[in-house]
């Protein structure tokens, strides 16, 4: 179960980020760190001074959104609460961790914007985030691989993963479906996300899903190098 001393407020952050890095094989800490930096809510518009909207907990931006359209993605999908927002986030910055350029946490931050100005600050502050976010997943998990931002096998583990497939389309609930359980229990099981993201069901569940996530907390990195 996920610990017990999560305050409301942030639950469904914390719950939807790490199921997503289980999912994805994107460091736990990292999703918490840029979910934390956002800092978004459902339902949420953020207006730009370029006319674009930053919109949900994850406040992805209008014009990114219109990507996803050959998917039947769209605003509202990442607008509603629950954890779709939150997969598509982690399947967002793993392609940016496998497939940019730069150090580990120059590519996360090109989830925020590739200008430089813009993500070197974004760079920074999910640094910290990062570092927090690590300190309190080890304190409540075993947490699978710590690994560093001066080794290579950093970016090569996460591109070597398997879950590289977009969202996966929340699965039809009951009432009774189970909050995401997280164990420590090691498992060589992982799941993999199917080739073509699609919108989530209008009646899907805010943070009660129905998804058994694979039996350890994605790995966590350090920003102490």
């Not at 980020?17 to 930096?37: C, E, F, T």
């Not at 996803?68 to 392609?95: E, H, M, N, Q």
């Not at 420590?184 to 919108?199: E, F, G, M, N, Y």
Request: aromatic letters at 8%; glycine letters at 6%.
């Amino acid at each position: 179960m996920m610990p017990a001393d999560i305050p409301p407020a942030i639950r469904e952050r914390v719950v939807c980020s790490v199921a997503a890095a289980a999912k994805y094989a994107v460091p736990a800490n990292i999703i918490l760190a840029v979910a934390q930096r956002e800092g978004g809510r459902p339902g949420q518009w953020v207006r730009n001074t370029n006319a674009t909207y930053d919109i949900g907990a994850m406040q992805f931006n209008t014009a990114y959104i219109r990507t996803l359209a050959r998917y039947g993605i769209g605003t509202g999908d990442v607008a509603k609460a629950g954890c779709f927002s939150f997969d598509l986030a982690a399947w967002r910055l793993r392609g940016h961790i496998k497939n940019d350029r730069g150090d580990i946490w120059t590519r996360v931050a090109n989830y925020h914007s590739r200008t430089p100005r813009h993500n070197a600050p974004y760079r920074a502050a999910i640094m910290i985030g990062a570092r927090q976010w690590g300190n309190w997943l080890a304190a409540r998990f075993h947490t699978y691989d710590t690994l560093t931002v001066a080794t290579p096998q950093t970016i090569a583990t996460v591109a070597a993963a398997p879950a590289a497939q977009a969202p996966l389309r929340t699965a039809s609930l009951s009432p009774s479906a189970s909050p995401v359980r997280i164990t420590a229990k090691p498992t060589r099981r992982i799941l993999r996300a199917p080739a073509t993201p699609v919108r989530p069901l209008e009646y899907a569940a805010p943070i009660r899903v129905a998804y058994q996530a694979p039996g350890y907390v994605s790995r966590s990195i350090s920003a102490e190098q």
